[in-house]
């Protein structure tokens, strides 16, 4: 059974840090697009970054370009997001996904990581930040 397990999220003020880890069990993600998407209450679910396995080549959403940075290490089968300098308005349900189509790297998907590009989800982390 596949698996992708979320954890890291906390409460932080603004400015402050947190790194997020997405787990993967039950399968190996050796060449997918890997990304972190978010969701705020009564906002659609946005990609933020994504990264291809297969090669570490990644991508950001403007919004978060240059105070958040997305990793892998292959030998845990993780993948992590680094996010630093964090705003109020980065407060969301954070949820890792592994895209629908192998052998893909990211850039396939934009000029926007999409939801529906994306089948398996862990179950999300929470990040608050206040200001």
């Known amino acids: 059974q596949v698996q992708l397990v979320e954890s890291g999220g906390g409460s932080v003020q603004a400015g402050g840090s947190l790194r997020l880890s997405c787990a993967a069990s039950?399968?190996?993600?050796?060449?997918?697009?890997m990304g972190w998407f978010r969701q705020a209450p009564g906002k659609e679910r946005e990609g933020v970054a994504g990264i291809y396995t297969g090669g570490g080549s990644t991508y950001y959403a403007d919004s978060v370009k240059g105070r958040f940075t997305i990793s892998q290490d292959n030998a845990k089968n993780t993948v992590y997001l680094d996010m630093n300098s964090l705003k109020p308005e980065d407060t969301a349900m954070y949820y890792c996904?592994?895209?629908?189509?192998?052998?893909?790297?990211?850039?396939?998907?934009?000029?926007?990581?999409?939801?529906?590009?994306?089948?398996?989800w862990g179950q999300g982390t929470r990040v608050t930040v206040s200001s």
């Open positions: 996904a592994a895209a629908k189509r192998w052998y893909y790297d990211c850039s396939h998907f934009l000029p926007e990581l999409k939801a529906d590009d994306f089948g398996d």
């Open positions: 039950g399968y190996t993600y050796s060449s997918n697009c």
